[in-house]
């Protein structure tokens, strides 16, 4: 059974900045493409960063775009999210997460959660103004 495991979560004041790991065990492949999501209180799932983990072409949220970067590790199944001049509206659970079967072009670019197979725990990030 995969796992996806979260690190890196915390709180940090406004202009601040984090970077969160993402590691997905027990699979002997690469994954397809790997993201990370987040949640506020009381909103839905909004869609932050994806990579495809061949090749590196990347896709982000539009209220993260320019602060943020997503990147893979050298270890297989590894991604990081560095965020850069947090904000409070940028506190959130944080979660990873991955797919290993094809997927969709577009619904990927649009950063689509249902594309994605399993899930972390998720790691909070709070920010102060």
């Known amino acids: 059974q995969v796992q996806l495991v979260e690190s890196g979560g915390g709180s940090v004041q406004a202009g601040g900045s984090l970077r969160l790991a993402c590691a997905a065990s027990?699979?002997?492949?690469?994954?397809?493409?790997m993201g990370w999501f987040r949640q506020a209180p009381g909103k839905g799932r909004e869609g932050v960063a994806v990579?495809?983990?061949?090749?590196?072409?990347?896709y982000y949220g539009t209220s993260v775009k320019g602060r943020f970067s997503i990147s893979r590790g050298n270890t297989k199944n590894t991604v990081y999210l560095q965020m850069n001049d947090l904000k409070p509206e940028d506190t959130a659970m944080y979660y990873c997460?991955?797919?290993?079967?094809?997927?969709?072009?577009?619904?990927?670019?649009?950063?689509?959660?249902?594309?994605?197979?399993?899930w972390g725990q998720g790691t909070q990030v709070t920010v102060s103004s």
């Open positions: 997460a991955a797919v290993w079967g094809p997927v969709g072009w577009y619904a990927i670019s649009k950063l689509d959660e249902n594309e994605f197979q399993y």
């Open positions: 027990d699979h002997p492949e690469s994954a397809n493409v």
């Open positions: 990579i495809y983990l061949d090749g590196g072409r990347t």
